[in-house]
């Protein structure tokens, strides 16, 4: 069973910058895609974006292609998003997600991390 824990929400200013980390503990973390989504009251949770088990193919969603960029680290078991010129609409509860095999844009993951919020004000 694979635990994951995200960190790093917070209340930033539209043009900011925030990173957020997710931390994997059990299972075989590089074995494991690697996932982001977001979710906002009232809307479908989104696909943010993905990472191979490996690190060396990244998917983004179009709504932050450009301006967020997801990076992991097997041997500290984490992976962190890094999200650039945040927007008001990029307010949100992010999810880090994990699973074996090939990464995926939907939601088909098997490891859900808890939420961290995300709020750009204007």
């Known amino acids: 069973q694979v635990t994951l824990v995200e960190s790093g929400g917070g209340l930033v200013r539209a043009g900011d910058s925030l990173s957020l980390s997710c931390v994997a503990s059990?299972?075989?973390?590089?074995?494991?895609?690697v996932a982001w989504f977001r979710q906002a009251p009232g809307i479908e949770r989104e696909f943010v974006g993905a990472?191979?088990?490996?690190?060396?193919?990244?998917w983004y969603g179009s709504a932050v292609e450009g301006r967020f960029r997801i990076f992991r680290d097997n041997a500290e078991s984490t992976s962190s998003l890094h999200m650039n010129n945040l927007r008001p609409e990029d307010t949100a509860v992010y999810f880090c997600?994990?699973?074996?095999?090939?990464?995926?844009?939907?939601?088909?993951?098997?490891?859900w991390g808890q939420g961290t919020q995300v709020t750009v004000s204007s």
């Open positions: 997600a994990a699973k074996g095999g090939s990464m995926s844009r939907t939601d088909n993951y098997h490891y």
């Open positions: 990472i191979s088990w490996s690190g060396g193919v990244t």
């Open positions: 059990g299972g075989t973390f590089s074995d494991l895609a």
